[in-house]
């Protein structure tokens, strides 16, 4: 057995300084301000925002900026710590270091996420070292560990309250409630666990499994106490209490739906696709691996409601995995993996510590033994895969400025910025113009032009743009939108579009204003330039 626990030490170890290599090579690369995806650039822009409130020592208009920034579809929390642990970076190397110290900052606190679930959760240092190795392999890793996202600083305050809380096995009233606030502040996508491990802990005070709440006056004052705290949690994360309770809504009901978002996906879709495509591991393996782990699920909820509560914190944690993911399933109409990264990351934690329980309940040295060389088999078989198939992403990440698609991208926006500029020459004037988010963004001066992203339908024909620069045509495909969720706007542009494009030089439009359809097909872009007649 000692043999067993150095190897698994071992390989744990050599899997993490793998994944940590490739976690420095990926988030050193492709750092020109202007070549990030859409995603990253919500951070980057506001993070900018908040160094350029520092510069002008106002207090008023720094605290303004740090507590609303006029941005909130995430907790603030996200750009203010990213603009903290990047603002001497960005005075030493530029937009560069802005861009580094975020992403190693989100690596940081993910990292960090892994490892206070694996202490709180594991006693055994070869578990905690194969837990830790385990969620760097989960499939979206490589994706938050470079990508500034508010879920690693969710996922972090979900771990903090779940060191403390599992102390207390999950208790009302006590302060680490804060935690679970603050993750809900980072990412409104917490609730879920804050309804439901809130609501067993209001259970087991009603059941009497809480010798602090027995009393009414006692179990009054800890649910007040908790509500307080996961208050005071959430402001620490987004302020509302700055905001307004109305602005934070708007902004949260406003992102709930995606222009991706196909109206018609249903929990079949998602689970199908967990299965075939969600990782390395997919088809009858992933089969084998959900079945098991809800097989290990099944006993520790039986055992944890039977009364043994020693299964409790991981009934609770494994409860709070399925729940996130469940919910995800079941609501969210666009099959984005990485919305599971969090609720895995609890499952992967929970089945550890639940499979520890149960294998030190068995005495039996054959079976113990047999048990130990079967699970190694299996996650040996899984691990090899997901570590190729982090391998791979991360290489890919690492390589971006080298990969033909960015190549052709830089030449995409040097032809724009170049086509920009002469139309500036020709109208001397401050232009207008609306551009593909997807494409690169491009390096012109404000007093340029003025340049704006198409999200969705392209519908502001009124505003009279100069141009418009897209890698897809303005007239949408209604038929095969039709299961999108913003269907309606879709098939207003395309009626737009009939009324204020020509396809041809001579061809006149309905209305003004006029644009001139060319395809510029060497760079696979469309441009819309105003005609001088209708």
Not at 86 to 103: C, E, M, N, Q, Y
Not at 237 to 249: N, Q, T
Request: proline share 3%; hydrophobic share 50%; aromatic share 16%.
């Amino acid at each position: 057995m000692k043999l067993i626990k150095f190897l698994l030490i071992g390989i744990s170890a050599f899997i993490i300084v793998l994944q940590l290599k490739g976690i420095y090579s990926a988030n050193t690369d492709l750092t020109d301000a202007s070549w990030i995806f859409m995603d990253e650039n919500i951070t980057f822009a506001g993070v900018k925002k908040l160094h350029q409130a520092l510069y002008t020592l106002d207090k008023g208009y720094i605290i303004d900026q740090f507590l609303d920034g006029g941005d909130h579809r995430y907790g603030r929390i996200l750009w203010i710590i990213n603009a903290l642990t990047s603002f001497i970076p960005s005075l030493i190397w530029g937009d560069k270091g802005v861009i580094v110290a975020t992403r190693f900052t989100q690596a940081f606190f993910l990292v960090a996420s892994y490892v206070i679930l694996a202490h709180a959760l594991l006693k055994s240092f070869t578990l905690r070292c194969v837990a830790v190795a385990l969620l760097l392999l989960l499939p979206h890793t490589p994706y938050y560990a470079t990508m500034p996202k508010p879920e690693p600083f969710q996922l972090f305050f979900i771990a903090l309250f779940v060191w403390f809380a599992s102390k207390k096995s999950f208790l009302l009233g006590n302060w680490y409630w804060i935690w679970l606030g603050a993750a809900t502040g980072a990412k409104i996508a917490t609730l879920p666990l804050v309804a439901f491990w809130g609501a067993s802990a209001f259970g087991m005070a009603l059941l009497g499994q809480d010798k602090n709440n027995q009393e009414t006056a006692a179990f009054i004052k800890n649910l007040l106490k908790t509500i307080a705290w996961l208050i005071i949690g959430f402001n620490l994360a987004e302020p509302i209490f700055y905001i307004g309770p109305k602005i934070y809504w708007d902004w949260i009901s406003g992102n709930v739906v995606h222009g991706e978002d196909n109206i018609n996906l249903q929990f079949s879709d998602w689970f199908m696709f967990v299965i075939n495509s969600w990782a390395g591991i997919h088809g009858r393996l992933m089969w084998i691996f959900l079945s098991l782990l809800v097989l290990i699920s099944a006993f520790t909820f039986f055992q944890a409601i039977k009364g043994n509560h020693s299964y409790r914190n991981a009934g609770l944690v494994l409860a709070g995995g399925w729940l996130m993911n469940l919910f995800i399933m079941f609501t969210v109409k666009r099959l984005w993996g990485f919305y599971l990264q969090v609720g895995s990351a609890l499952l992967v934690v929970g089945a550890l510590a639940a499979f520890n329980l149960l294998y030190s309940q068995i005495h039996q040295k054959l079976v113990r033994f047999l048990g130990i060389i079967l699970g190694l088999i299996l996650v040996a078989n899984g691990t090899i895969l997901q570590l190729q198939y982090t391998k791979n992403v991360y290489e890919e990440l690492a390589t971006r400025t080298q990969n033909p698609q960015h190549i052709f991208k830089v030449k995409q926006q040097i032809w724009s910025e170049n086509f920009i500029n002469k139309l500036y020459r020709q109208k001397n004037k401050t232009l207008l113009g609306f551009y593909a988010p997807a494409l690169y963004q491009f390096r012109i001066q404000p007093e340029t032009a003025l340049i704006r992203p198409i999200w969705g339908a392209f519908l502001d024909y009124s505003s009279q743009p100069d141009f418009i620069i897209t890698d897809f045509c303005l007239l949408p495909d209604t038929v095969n939108l039709s299961e999108n969720i913003f269907k309606d706007s879709f098939r207003k542009s395309a009626v737009l579009y009939g009324k204020h494009v020509a396809i041809a030089l001579n061809d006149s439009c309905l209305a003004i204003p006029c644009y001139i359809e060319t395809k510029i097909d060497s760079l696979k872009l469309f441009l819309y330039t105003q005609k001088t007649f209708p």
